[in-house]
């Protein structure tokens, strides 16, 4: 499914996603990543919501969005209750929901000038 054509050198936008992939700026990402406004980090090892930890959103709690979406696959399933407690006493919000729903919700969060990380597992393939 493709959400936009328009792409910024300056931003890193959702472009499109389905099962087993998410378009980043037109780029076509086959690995679980986080993407912030002007920040990519492709390859990001989690491929389960069993798997997340608390050490695997360092980098996005190190600097703090407003924001924090944990887009968790095909379905919405939450973390371990040690994951969730330590994200919810970091004083930003946190949104679970399905990568299809983060990836729409990201790009609705940063149109409006926010601040907002999108943790993205991205697992199966529709091929």
């Given at each position: 499914m493709l959400f936009s054509e328009v792409t910024s050198e300056e931003s890193y936008i959702v472009t499109?996603?389905?099962?087993?992939?998410?378009?980043?700026n037109q780029v076509a990402h086959?690995?679980?990543l986080i993407?912030?406004?002007?920040?990519?980090?492709?390859?990001?090892?989690?491929?389960t919501v069993a798997?997340?930890?608390?050490e695997h959103l360092q980098t996005i709690l190190d600097s703090p969005p407003e924001v924090l979406l944990i887009g968790t696959g095909e379905v919405q399933e939450f973390p371990d209750r040690a994951v969730w407690r330590h994200l919810r006493s970091q004083g930003l919000g946190v949104e679970i929901m399905d990568t299809a729903a983060a990836c729409r919700t990201y790009n609705l969060i940063m149109a409006e000038g926010r601040d907002v990380a999108a943790a993205l597992i991205i697992?199966?393939?529709?091929?």
């Open positions: 499109g996603y389905e099962a087993g992939r998410v378009g980043i086959l690995q679980s993407v912030r406004p002007h920040d990519l980090r492709t390859a990001w090892p989690v491929q798997e997340l930890e608390v697992n199966g393939s529709s091929d």
